[in-house]
C-alpha cells in the first residue's frame, strides 16, 4: 500500500511546533510521519490552509439540534426559564424528529471538520446515528431523577442500554448522570459503578448554576421551585456541593465535569478527570469569568465543547477557540489547539488513535482555510476569522 504526501502552508501536529510548509504522510487509514518542508515531495499541495488534527467536541446535546435559534439564553439568574424551555421543546418532539435533529446536528459537526464527539444522550438516542457516522464519538446515556422513584427507574434503563451496546471501531457507550442538583446521590454512585470496570467515560454537568450552589447548600431557590412545578421535587437524596458529588464518581474512568462555571480555582479535581469548557454558552448566560487558565496552571485537564443549538448559534468547536483567543489574545495558542483537539480526544478515551498528528495514530485531519498574510505566531492565522470550506480526512479518507 503505497503512501499519499500532502502538504499545507502550516502543519499543526498539536504535539510539537508547528510545520512551515511541511507535510504530512499516511498510508492507509494511518499516520506514517509528519515532516518539516523539503523532508517528503508532496503528493498534493493543499495550499494555503493549516492542517491539524480533527476537532474534538467534547460536550454537546445532538437531540437538541432543533432548538437552534427558538431558545433564547438568560442571565445566569434566570436559568430555570431556559430550562423550561428545553422541558417544553423536548417534550414537544416526536422520535421521528429527535432522530432528525440529531443526524442534522451530526451532519453540522462533521461538516466543520468534527471528528471526535461526546454527545449525551437522552435515551441514548444517537446511538444509531452514531454508529453511521464516519467519525469517532462516544454516545453517552443520560440519567435524571431526584425522587426515589425516578431514579430507580432512570438506571435501570441506563443499564440495560449500556449493557447492550455492542461498541463498534469507532463508537463507545458512556453514562451521564445529570447534575448534582438533578439526581439523588446513590444514583451518581451508581452511575460510577455502572461503568467502572469498561473504564468509560462519565460526564457530570458541574457547578453551572449559582442557584445550583444555593440548591445543594440549602434546598431552596429558583431550581427548587422549577422542580417542585414539575412535581420532581425530593431534597432527601440531594448532595451538598460540588466536591462531595466529584468524590461520589471518583472512580478509575474518565470523567468529565462539564461546565464547571462556578468551581472555585482552588477545588480538588479528582484524577483522570477533565473540565470541558464551553465558551459561547458561558458568556452568553452572562456567567463570571470561567477559571480555566487557573485549572490549567495546576495540571487539570481542559477541553472545549458547544454545548447544544439551544444555547449556541452552531457546534463548531473551532468557533469556540477563535473565541477563546478574541477575548484572551495572550493565552498561548499551542496550548489552546490542544484544548480544540488531544485534550478532548484523551477525556474521552480515545487519544491512541485521535487528538493529534502522530506517527500510528489514525489519519484524521482537518485543512483549515488561514488569512492571506503572516503573523509571528502561526496559532494567530489558525484562530483568526476566516472563511472559506475545510476539507476532512477521516481514517485516511477525504470525507
Known amino acids: 500500500m503505497s503512501s499519499r504526501v500532502f502538504a499545507?502552508?502550516?502543519v499543526f501536529p498539536a504535539v510539537g511546533p508547528p510545520l512551515a510548509n511541511g507535510t504530512v504522510s499516511v498510508r492507509g487509514d494511518r499516520i506514517e510521519s509528519v515532516d518539516p518542508h523539503r523532508a517528503r515531495t508532496p503528493d498534493q499541495d493543499l495550499?494555503?490552509?493549516?492542517?491539524?488534527?480533527?476537532?474534538?467536541?467534547?460536550?454537546?446535546?445532538?437531540?437538541?439540534?432543533?432548538?437552534?435559534?427558538?431558545?433564547a439564553p438568560t442571565d445566569a439568574e434566570h436559568c430555570t426559564d431556559w430550562l423550561q424551555a428545553v422541558v417544553a421543546f423536548r417534550r414537544s418532539r416526536t422520535p421521528e424528529q429527535v432522530q432528525a435533529d440529531i443526524r442534522a446536528g451530526l451532519a453540522e459537526c462533521l461538516n466543520i471538520g468534527t471528528t471526535l464527539i461526546g454527545d449525551i444522550a437522552a435515551d441514548g438516542a444517537s446511538w444509531n446515528a452514531l454508529t453511521e457516522a464516519k467519525?469517532?464519538?462516544?454516545?453517552?446515556?443520560?440519567?435524571?431523577?431526584?425522587?426515589?422513584?425516578?431514579?430507580?427507574?432512570?438506571?435501570?434503563?441506563?443499564?440495560?442500554?449500556?449493557?447492550?451496546?455492542?461498541?463498534?471501531?469507532?463508537?463507545?457507550?458512556?453514562?451521564?448522570?445529570?447534575?448534582?442538583?438533578?439526581?439523588?446521590?446513590?444514583?451518581?454512585?451508581?452511575?460510577?459503578?455502572?461503568?467502572?470496570?469498561?473504564?468509560?467515560?462519565?460526564?457530570?454537568?458541574?457547578?453551572?448554576?449559582?442557584?445550583?450552589?444555593?440548591?445543594?447548600?440549602?434546598?431552596r431557590g429558583p431550581l427548587a421551585e422549577f422542580f417542585k412545578k414539575l412535581n420532581a421535587w425530593d431534597s432527601s437524596g440531594l448532595i451538598s456541593s460540588a466536591g462531595i458529588a466529584m468524590k461520589a464518581v471518583d472512580f478509575r474512568q474518565p470523567k468529565l465535569f462539564i461546565h464547571g462555571n462556578h468551581l472555585a480555582p482552588t477545588a480538588r479535581i479528582p484524577r483522570n478527570s477533565t473540565i470541558v469548557y464551553?465558551?459561547?454558552?458561558?458568556?452568553?448566560?452572562?456567567?463570571?469569568?470561567?477559571?480555566?487558565?487557573?485549572?490549567?496552571?495546576?495540571?487539570?485537564?481542559?477541553?472545549?465543547?458547544?454545548?447544544?443549538?439551544?444555547?449556541?448559534?452552531?457546534?463548531?468547536?473551532?468557533?469556540?477557540?477563535?473565541?477563546?483567543?478574541?477575548?484572551?489574545?495572550?493565552?498561548?495558542?499551542?496550548?489552546?489547539?490542544?484544548?480544540?483537539?488531544?485534550?478532548?480526544?484523551?477525556?474521552?478515551?480515545?487519544?491512541?488513535?485521535?487528538?493529534?498528528?502522530?506517527?500510528?495514530?489514525?489519519?484524521?485531519?482537518?485543512?483549515?482555510?488561514?488569512?492571506?498574510?503572516?503573523?509571528?505566531?502561526?496559532?494567530?492565522?489558525?484562530?483568526?476569522?476566516?472563511?472559506?470550506?475545510?476539507?476532512?480526512?477521516?481514517?485516511?479518507?477525504?470525507?
Open 8 to 10: 499545507a502552508r502550516w
Open 47 to 71: 495550499g494555503n490552509v493549516a492542517i491539524v488534527p480533527g476537532l474534538v467536541n467534547a460536550h454537546t446535546h445532538l437531540d437538541l439540534s432543533g432548538a437552534r435559534g427558538s431558545i
Open 135 to 219: 467519525s469517532r464519538s462516544v454516545a453517552l446515556f443520560e440519567l435524571i431523577g431526584m425522587t426515589a422513584e425516578r431514579a430507580e427507574q432512570s438506571l435501570e434503563a441506563g443499564r440495560q442500554w449500556f449493557d447492550s451496546r455492542e461498541e463498534t471501531a469507532t463508537v463507545r457507550a458512556g453514562i451521564s448522570p445529570h447534575a448534582p442538583y438533578s439526581t439523588r446521590r446513590e444514583l451518581l454512585v451508581a452511575a460510577g459503578q455502572l461503568v467502572r470496570p469498561t473504564k468509560r467515560p462519565l460526564a457530570l454537568h458541574l457547578a453551572e448554576w449559582p442557584s445550583e450552589i444555593e440548591l445543594l447548600h440549602k434546598h
Open 278 to 399: 464551553c465558551p459561547r454558552t458561558h458568556a452568553a448566560f452572562g456567567h463570571p469569568p470561567h477559571q480555566f487558565r487557573e485549572f490549567l496552571r495546576r495540571g487539570v485537564r481542559v477541553c472545549l465543547g458547544t454545548d447544544s443549538l439551544a444555547s449556541n448559534p452552531d457546534l463548531d468547536v473551532l468557533a469556540e477557540a477563535r473565541f477563546v483567543h478574541e477575548r484572551d489574545p495572550d493565552f498561548p495558542g499551542d496550548m489552546l489547539l490542544k484544548m480544540t483537539t488531544l485534550f478532548g480526544a484523551e477525556a474521552l478515551g480515545w487519544a491512541n488513535d485521535a487528538g493529534s498528528l502522530e506517527v500510528g495514530k489514525s489519519a484524521d485531519f482537518v485543512a483549515i482555510p488561514l488569512p492571506d498574510r503572516d503573523a509571528a505566531d502561526p496559532h494567530d492565522l489558525l484562530f483568526a476569522e476566516h472563511p472559506g470550506a475545510r476539507r476532512t480526512t477521516f481514517r485516511g479518507v477525504w470525507r
